[in-house]
């Protein structure tokens, strides 16, 4: 690395450090008062339509009784970027969902994007850090030396580790959303894949307030759960 001081050595390793962003780009208008419009139609029950008071007595009445079916009439989109492939992996199997995922066959890292690797807390509190981040480094020159060697993209990137960021694009009806949040933000599931859907269930709990009131968010443990309604 020529000529460089450990703090300048430790900038650059710092330079591949992920944080995780999550954006929501879609989601179908009066989300709550579609489900409610389809569900009426079920009883024919239009006269009662009466909103909010009807959407909100409908909806946790629906919920209650495990009618959810009716929650598939809705749906959302969310891009996150920033979280690993380890992350990606556990999400992409919910099979209910749609995923889009950035390719490693096709965009190259430091020409198309930059390289990037999530550091998880319980490393960068020890002096495994700086390995785990040179190591990561290490692996990313040699890719890029072997893709200038005209190795292909495809086969290069087996030398990336777990931790090297994809962008992704989810979408899913309100229900597989309730059952990915249920199963996900959940105290025993996996830290990143829990604090990336915990920042998707506070987003859903702004825009469809009445279908997701019952996770409790408990800031603590940075989880959720499903409370009795
Ligand atoms: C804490 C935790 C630990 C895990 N550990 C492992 C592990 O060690 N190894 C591993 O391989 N996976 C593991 N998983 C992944 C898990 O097995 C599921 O693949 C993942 O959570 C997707 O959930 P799902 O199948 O319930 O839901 P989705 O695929 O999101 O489907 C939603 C719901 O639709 C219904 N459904 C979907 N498809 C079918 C079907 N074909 N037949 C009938 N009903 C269907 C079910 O009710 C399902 O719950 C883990 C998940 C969690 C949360």
């Known amino acids: 690395m020529g000529n460089?001081?450990?703090?300048?050595v430790s900038e650059m390793l710092e330079k591949?450090?992920?944080k995780p962003s999550v954006e929501l780009m879609s989601i179908t208008p009066n989300a709550e008062q579609v489900i409610e419009l389809a569900c009426r139609?079920?009883?024919?029950?239009?006269h009662r339509y009466d909103p909010p008071s009807s959407t909100e007595e409908l909806i946790k009445k629906v919920i209650r009784k495990g009618h959810h079916s009716v929650l598939e009439h809705a749906m959302a989109t969310f891009r996150i970027k920033g979280g690993s492939r380890v992350f990606t992996h556990e999400l992409v199997r919910h099979r209910l969902m749609s995923p889009s995922q950035e390719s490693q066959r096709y965009v190259e890292y430091g020409k198309v994007r930059?390289?990037?690797v999530v550091l998880p807390m319980t490393i960068e509190q020890t002096e495994f850090k700086s390995r785990y981040l040179e190591l990561a480094t290490e692996c990313e020159r040699l890719y890029s030396e072997m893709v200038k060697a005209d190795i292909p993209k495809e086969d290069a990137r087996y030398i990336l580790p777990n931790g090297t960021t994809?962008?992704?694009v989810i979408s899913a009806n309100f229900?597989?959303?309730?059952?990915?949040f249920q199963v996900r933000c959940h105290p025993r599931a996996h830290w990143e894949i829990r604090n990336i859907c915990l920042i998707m269930l506070e987003v859903m709990?702004?825009?469809?307030?009445i279908v997701f009131h019952d996770f409790h968010i408990d800031r603590e443990t940075n989880s959720a759960s499903l409370i009795e309604s």
């Open 4 to 8: 460089v001081n450990i703090n300048q």
């Open 205 to 209: 709990k702004k825009e469809a307030s």
């Open 114 to 116: 930059n390289y990037d």
């Open 41 to 46: 139609t079920c009883y024919l029950s239009f």
């Open 16 to 18: 591949i450090v992920a």
């Open 166 to 168: 994809s962008e992704i």
């Open 175 to 180: 229900r597989e959303f309730r059952h990915i």
